[in-house]
């Protein structure tokens, strides 16, 4: 009986040494609770004056914690961090306040979930800070003589932000912090950009941001399987940003196919965060039905002003789509810019209208109207980003007065000569192929409209879908 109960109290010890052990490794950012004291802490102490690998007796202090994204303005809270304060072997030592590091275990959980607060790709950095040797931003620390612990100042520049601002806090370590540090951060790779021009070229625009050593690195994906790095750069920087903007010829791109050919960009970061966005382009001639006639439809695309009085706040408005509509008993297709007709909310998706007519969306802009002191204010509340592009009208003659393009999010004001609001000036949402040009170059008619059985690039594509679709 006597041995038995020696057992159990030898298995109740174990439990309660590996429950105790599981607390400590799961307390915020560090093994041991804030206050302990004479816990052994070993690495690189240069910053306190000291040469080489060396060991102190430290203070284990409370230090808070949190990240400021420079880009989007937003800042997280504070979470409670450690910090080793070492102790002085006098009377060599003199550290003054040069005696603080700032560590966390090396632990992958903990080291991933700091990653992600610091919006870095915590697969990544987990491998830069646990491979052998680590990343040259690396410092080692050991605590009490067997925990593995690394700056977090590492964890924060391999997650693409850095440069701490410390201030005091005035507290005591344990139930307050001694310190509160901001670390700047920044977001993952965009790609704002990725069409296809009217002469077919590929315009990309795509963004990269950190705090130190910002650049952006481009690789292209045709169809699956053939792949190029497009571009790569580090400078300028502004605002921690580097831009890439330009206009790919298809010569450029590897192993693209007559036909539709689905083109995939990758943009990275130099601390292994990503973006990428796929697109379909059209090269060669249209399959199907031939030849497919395309001809300018003159829709419900312009807006009469509103008769309202003076200092109405009214506004109206509305969506607008561009898009073509295939029939297939004549092969023809008509192209325009209408206002949302409720079956455009897929854009670049083939929808079936009749038995003859099939219909694809390739932009949709939602706009607003209202008074100003000057004329009126034209809205642009659309989620894409093409820019929304309009035209003043002179209704009696038919004369365009001024070109005004509004950016997502954006607003201008269309000054009138005269502040006239009965039909006197209209605006008119002209669709792209209305405002490059290309159908003004139109040399063919068809129901006094212009018409081409040629076509840019950048609605080839939809054509193709359109004719070939079948359900």
Not at 217 to 225: C, E, S
Not at 266 to 271: G, L, Q, T, Y
Not at 390 to 412: D, F, I, P
């Amino acid at each position: 009986m006597k041995i038995r109960f020696v057992f159990i109290l030898v298995i109740i010890a174990l439990l309660s040494s590996v429950a105790i052990a599981l607390a400590q490794a799961t307390y915020p950012y560090g093994a041991f609770n804030f206050g302990t004291k004479d816990i052994v802490l070993r690495g690189n102490f240069s910053k306190s004056g000291l040469q080489g690998i060396q060991q102190r007796k430290s203070t284990v202090n409370r230090h808070d914690l949190r990240f400021h994204n420079e880009i989007s303005g937003q800042t997280s809270d504070y979470i409670q961090t450690v910090q080793h304060d070492i102790q002085e072997m006098l009377p060599t030592d003199d550290f003054k306040d040069r005696r603080g590091y700032h560590i966390i275990p090396l632990d992958e959980g903990l080291v991933k979930d700091l990653a992600t607060k610091a919006n870095g790709n915590a697969e990544w950095v987990w491998k830069q800070v646990s491979k052998n040797p680590p990343h040259p931003y690396v410092q080692e620390y050991t605590v009490d003589r067997k925990y593995k612990y690394i700056n977090i100042g590492a964890i924060a520049y391999l997650s693409g932000g850095g440069d701490p601002e410390m201030q005091s806090a005035g507290g005591d370590g344990v139930t307050s912090p001694l310190f509160r540090t901001t670390y700047k951060t920044t977001p993952w790779p965009s790609i704002p950009i990725l069409e296809q021009n009217s002469n077919g070229s590929l315009h990309i625009k795509a963004l990269a941001h950190s705090i130190f050593d910002t650049a952006i690195t481009g690789v292209i994906t045709v169809n699956g399987t053939a792949t190029k790095q497009l571009f790569s750069k580090n400078t300028p920087v502004s605002n921690y940003t580097v831009t890439y903007e330009g206009n790919v010829p298809l010569s450029e791109l590897p192993g693209l196919k007559q036909g539709q050919n689905q083109v995939t960009l990758a943009v990275s970061d130099k601390f292994g965060r990503t973006a990428s966005k796929s697109i379909v382009i059209q090269t060669g001639i249209v399959q199907g039905c031939q030849p497919v006639l395309v001809k300018m439809r003159d829709a419900t695309q312009r807006i009469y002003f509103p008769d309202v009085s003076d200092g109405s706040t009214i506004k109206y408005g509305g969506p607008l789509v561009w898009g073509l509509q295939y029939n297939s008993a004549v092969c023809s297709i008509l192209e325009s810019v209408n206002k949302n007709n409720g079956i455009a909310d897929k854009l670049n998706q083939p929808i079936r209208v009749s038995d003859i007519h099939t219909s694809i969306f390739m932009n949709r802009w939602e706009f607003k109207i209202g008074k100003s002191k000057n004329g009126v204010i034209l809205e642009n509340h659309s989620k894409d980003t093409k820019p929304l592009v309009a035209y003043l009208l002179e209704t009696k003659g038919e004369k365009v007065l001024k070109r005004y393009v509004v950016n997502k999010g954006q607003s201008v004001e269309i000054v009138l000569s005269a502040k006239k609001y009965k039909g006197e000036y209209s605006i008119q949402f002209p669709s792209p192929l209305v405002d490059s040009g290309f159908w003004a170059k139109a040399t063919a008619t068809s129901d006094g409209m212009p018409a081409s059985y040629t076509y840019p690039d950048q609605v080839r594509g939809a054509i193709q879908a359109i004719v070939n679709f079948k359900k």
